[in-house]
């Protein structure tokens, strides 16, 4: 093997199904916990920036919002863009 690559041990399964292992299963399901405490603390946030806003408009805009991610699957960003744009739309809702 040439120096700097790296060859998986052949298990008799391909790349795709060693995606579905429970320990991946596991990664996947820690990785999820952790967004939804980064939607948790993005609702925070935003519930404190408009205290005038009743917290369900908050709620949902932050559904909303989040739901525009559904199925991407690169999630490190999502909570990140999903303030910004739950923001953007409680600063037009407050005006």
Do not use: Y
């Amino acid at each position: 093997m040439s120096r700097g690559r790296h060859r998986l041990p052949d298990s008799g399964t391909t790349p795709d199904t060693q995606l579905t292992t429970p320990r991946t299963e596991r990664i996947v399901q820690k990785m999820t916990t952790t967004e939804h405490e980064h939607i948790d603390a993005v609702r925070d946030r935003l519930g404190a920036q408009f205290p005038d806003v009743p917290r369900p408009v908050i709620d949902d805009t932050i559904a909303a919002e989040h739901a525009r991610f559904e199925g991407n699957s690169i999630r490190d960003f999502v909570p990140l863009f999903v303030e910004r744009k739950a923001r953007q739309a409680l600063q037009a809702h407050a005006h």
